[in-house]
């Protein structure tokens, strides 16, 4: 029997009105008589560096969130891009693969293929379901680059919700994690007697399906207001629940959709670098993606966009696209492929597989080339050398997670295109200072999307999310850049000013809701834009 664990403040509802405003002052003589907010920070944060090991870290901000919520964001506010690496990724990928040893607290919910049939009684478990406007929900069956956790992906859904309380002022008692326990195929954590969910092999996707079903109709009556992330499904998985349930409910993938969002607005504004130093239309471009899998082909998916903006067909943007899997290059005449491949199979090659990516590169003649595959270390030296000549400006995204998976680091980029290459990859790298020169990595992470998207969405009170909000998301990223940043060869803004940014993202996407008409907030359709900005900003939750 899977029991569902009941949250860690479920009995005191106190802590839930604790985020909702300012912290209650605790009577006289509970603390101690010199205790002062501003010293306490320093205090905190003095703890949080005494720390050795990223894991550690890791546990300390844990416990800071659930003892201390207040002072735990506002904290991630001020300390953004030195918090991130631990509360997300890399170190919250450790974090799920040791999860089942390093518990201590429920923090979210746990469905499971058992629950079947009864599913709206395990939601109603949930303490404060009035509330609930945001949910990340994962199976664990692909947790960053890292395989099939089971169970063990709860952290990742924390993780996000934590950047949609500290990054777009989402109420904390408003988010969900969820963990979906259809069993696990890594016989590891099913030989580990520590392991905390179901002992068997993933079930069969028929059964899987019909509890999905029961799941996101259930969802839907529990919590009316929720929008629903899913957030690392194994690819077949990722792509059949997105459009099984898409035009049903407010749902959306982060893998597919968040992770095409970013990687466009940053290929935007890379293009235009590039192009500006090559001399070549922004409609030359030729994009490889090196990794074929809901991301890749998520991202390949969006930055269609980029060729559709830019005037040309749908046709003419695909063949700007060339997708390499484990088999090499993926065209039609090699045989059957999966669904989501076969659109971006290329119909103008029909010679032998081409496998060696060296040899795929010098047939393609890319300007850019993105890392989805978590195959670390697969842009070698040769490979980073072939797109510095062919390219006097190199596109190089090495985009999988967490950072040991990363296809190159940034430091081999810098080196091997003699510092000049536009760079962004999934995890943090640290700036280089190149030949006197300082260069800043972007991070091309979903990060910088789901916030604002998730933000608008709910706001717009959305009866689903179109293709229209998620674009409107990544332009509203691209443009979000200072007049600094971008002289200082930025791709991304910096992640300290992502309230900013995502309240300028959610701003968009509400717009794009109501183009689409799928805004049910109707009211905020008379507000002049400035209007609109004041009232996102008005409707985030501030430590
Ligand atoms: N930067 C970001 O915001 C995001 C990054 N990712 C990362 O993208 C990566 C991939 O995720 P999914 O697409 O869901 O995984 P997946 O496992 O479905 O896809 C991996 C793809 O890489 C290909 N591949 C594997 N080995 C290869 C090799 N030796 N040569 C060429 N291709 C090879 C596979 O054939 C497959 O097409 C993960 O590391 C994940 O963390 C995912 C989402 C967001
Ligand atoms: C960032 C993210 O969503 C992933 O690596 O799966
Ligand atoms: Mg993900």
Redesign the pocket.
């Known amino acids: 029997m899977t029991i569902v664990l009941t949250p860690y403040w479920s009995n005191g509802v106190q802590k839930l009105k604790m985020a909702a405003g300012p912290p209650p002052k605790p009577a006289h003589g509970l603390t101690p008589p010199t205790l002062d907010e501003q010293v306490h920070a320093v205090r905190c944060m003095k703890q949080f560096h005494s720390k050795d090991k990223d894991i550690e870290k890791y546990i300390y901000l844990s416990m800071l969130k659930e003892q201390d919520p207040h002072m735990f964001y506002r904290l991630c506010l001020q300390h953004m891009s030195e918090f991130t690496p631990i509360i997300y990724?890399p170190t919250v990928g450790q974090a799920c693969q040791e999860y089942s040893h390093n518990y201590r607290r429920p923090e979210g919910l746990f469905v499971s293929h058992k629950d079947k049939g009864k599913i709206a009684s395990v939601l109603r478990s949930w303490p404060k379901f009035d509330e609930a406007r945001i949910s990340v929900v994962t199976d664990g069956s692909?947790i960053?680059?890292l395989g099939d956790l089971g169970i063990n992906g709860m952290p990742i859904s924390i993780g996000k919700l934590s950047l949609y309380i500290a990054g777009a002022g989402i109420r904390p008692e408003s988010t969900i994690p969820i963990t979906l326990d259809f069993g696990t195929n890594t016989q590891k954590y099913l030989d580990d007697p520590l392991y905390l969910g179901l002992r068997h092999k993933r079930v069969a996707t028929e059964e899987m399906t019909e509890v999905m079903d029961e799941f996101m109709y259930e969802m839907s009556v529990a919590f009316p207001k929720l929008l629903v992330q899913f957030e690392?499904f194994?690819?077949d998985h990722?792509f059949l629940y997105l459009e099984r349930y898409r035009n049903q409910y407010p749902v959306f993938n982060?893998?597919i959709q968040?992770?095409g969002a970013?990687?466009l607005s940053g290929f935007i504004n890379a293009a235009r670098l590039s192009s500006a130093a090559s001399g070549r239309p922004l409609n030359t471009h030729r994009i490889l993606f090196?990794?074929?899998?809901?991301?890749?082909?998520?991202v390949a998916m969006q930055l269609m966009s980029f060729f559709t903006l830019e005037g040309m067909s749908e046709q003419e943007a695909r063949e700007r696209i060339w997708?390499?899997?484990?088999?090499?290059l993926v065209y039609s005449a090699r045989g059957k492929l999966a669904e989501h491949?076969d659109y971006f199979a290329r119909r103008d090659y029909a010679g032998p597989p081409i496998t060696d990516?060296l040899d795929i590169l010098e047939y393609v003649k890319p300007t850019a080339l993105m890392g989805?595959?978590?195959?670390s270390g697969?842009f070698t030296r040769a490979a980073i050398e072939t797109m510095a000549a062919l390219n006097p400006l190199p596109i190089i995204f090495p985009?999988?997670?967490?950072v040991k998976?990363s296809e190159c680091t940034f430091e081999d980029a810098v080196k091997y295109t003699n510092g000049k290459v536009l760079f962004a990859?999934?995890?943090p790298f640290p700036e280089i200072n190149y030949q006197g020169r300082m260069l800043y990595p972007g991070q091309?992470?979903?990060?910088y999307i789901f916030p604002g998207l998730g933000l608008g969405s709910i706001l717009a009170r959305c009866s689903s999310v179109s293709d229209s909000m998620v674009e409107a998301s990544s332009l509203g990223l691209a443009n979000s850049l200072t007049q600094e940043e971008e002289e200082a060869g930025l791709l991304y803004p910096q992640i300290e000013r992502i309230r900013e940014i995502s309240a300028g993202i959610s701003m968009q996407v509400i717009r794009a809701a109501q183009a689409a008409n799928v805004d049910r907030h109707v009211e905020l359709r008379s507000m002049s834009d400035p209007e609109l900005l004041a009232f996102v900003n008005s409707k985030m939750w501030n430590p």
Do not use: C, E, H, I
């Open positions: 990724t692909r960053l680059g690392d194994s690819t990722a982060d893998d968040g992770t970013v990687v090196f990794g074929a899998g809901s991301a890749g082909v998520g997708l390499v899997d484990s088999q090499g491949k990516l989805l595959s978590t195959m697969a985009l999988s997670n967490p998976l990859s999934g995890s091309g992470n979903n990060m």
